[in-house]
């Protein structure tokens, strides 16, 4: 048995009384894996996200994720905060206390991982939307996250960067045993997970191996 990365029970979250979001929602996800979330515009995906990252609480339910974890959002813009490449993915590493050579080798590391290295001195500005996620995944990297949660980070892509994204942590989880949960719209991202859920009416309805998933979709659309 794999130890699990992430786990929910019976998460319940909603912004009024009136209109719950989550309503016991459940899920697992095994260490060293890849996982995606589907669910229609407002079916409460980046809210589970979210509570999974500690930036909203549930009001019931129970709320697992192995520690430090990754969040990648949709907009790199608003994550990005230095100036430079080098800084920004050290700029994570503030807290912990490292000394200068140990932080220039955990930014290298990361900046290799997702084939940037060398990059250090670039500025922000002059980077591709599809550069500015890698950097916001190397900062993860950088702090040894064993866990990338991703929020639609391939929504402002164009196709061929988006592919080659999603092939990068597909490659980084495989590769160090991390674990990563990707929310998506697109149909055709599934192609890269191991498994995949699908949240509806605040529950999950659906999980299974990505072809499962695109006929459910598919045939529930039709
Ligand atoms: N801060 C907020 N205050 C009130 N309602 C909110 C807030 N944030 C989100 N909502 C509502 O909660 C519901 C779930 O939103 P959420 O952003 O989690 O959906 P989503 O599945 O991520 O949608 P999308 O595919 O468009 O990103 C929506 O009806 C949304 O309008
Ligand atoms: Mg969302």
Redesign the pocket.
Known sequence: MKDVAISVQNLTF???AQ?P?LKGCSLEIPQGEFWMLL????????????ILSGLLSPQSGECYVQQPLGFVF?NPDHQLVMPTVGADVAFGLVSEGLSWPQVRDRVQEALSAVNLLGWERRPIYALSGGQKQRIAIAGAIARHCPVLLL??PTALLDPETQGELVEQVRSLVKSRGMTALW?T?RLDELDYCDRAFI?EEGNITKEGPPQELKNYVIQSTA
Request: hydrophobic share 25%.
């Open positions: 909603g912004w009024s209109k979001i669910g229609n515009n407002g079916s409460g995906k980046s809210t589970l996200l979210k949709q929020d639609e929310v719209h949240l």
